[in-house]
C-alpha cells in the first residue's frame, strides 16, 4: 500500500493506492496540520500501514518532517526537474515550480502516452 500526500499551503490531503493498481482508493482525507490526530485516526482506519508514501510539499520542511514522524518513515517528496516524461520545464530555475503542478504535469504526460498506445 502506498500512501499518496499533497500538502498545500492551507490543507494537506492523504489517499492511498495499492502497488501495481493504477486507481487510487478514493478514500481521501483533507485537514489543516492543527489537525493532525485527524490524520493519525485515518491512517490508524486503513487496512494496514503503508509501506510507502509519495507526496508533494509546497507547505515547507516543518509540515514535511511532520508527516514523516507521523508515519515513521520519510516520504519520498517529488520535486520539480528540469524534464521528466517528455515534459520540459520552462522556469529557468526549475525547482521553482511548484511540485504539485510538476506532478500533475507529470500524470498528465503518462496518461496521454497511455492513450496514444490504446491502453
Known amino acids: 500500500m502506498i500512501l499518496l500526500i499533497d500538502a498545500g499551503n492551507t490543507r494537506i490531503k492523504l489517499d492511498w493506492m495499492e502497488a501495481g493498481n493504477e486507481g487510487r482508493a478514493g478514500r481521501s482525507i483533507a485537514f489543516a496540520l492543527a489537525e493532525i490526530d485527524a490524520a493519525r485516526d485515518w491512517l490508524d ?15 515547507g520542511e516543518a509540515v514535511a518532517a511532520e508527516l514523516d514522524s507521523l508515519l ?20 529557468r530555475e ?20 497511455r492513450r496514444r498506445a490504446g491502453a
Open 45 to 59: 482506519a486503513l487496512p494496514r500501514r503503508p509501506s510507502r508514501a509519495l507526496g508533494v510539499n509546497v507547505a
Open 72 to 91: 515513521g518513515r520519510p516520504v519520498r517528496w517529488v520535486k520539480a526537474g528540469a524534464q521528466g516524461l517528455g515534459v520540459l520545464n520552462g522556469y
Open 94 to 113: 526549475p525547482a521553482q515550480l511548484g511540485a504539485d503542478r510538476w506532478a500533475a504535469m507529470l500524470g498528465l504526460a503518462w496518461h496521454e502516452r
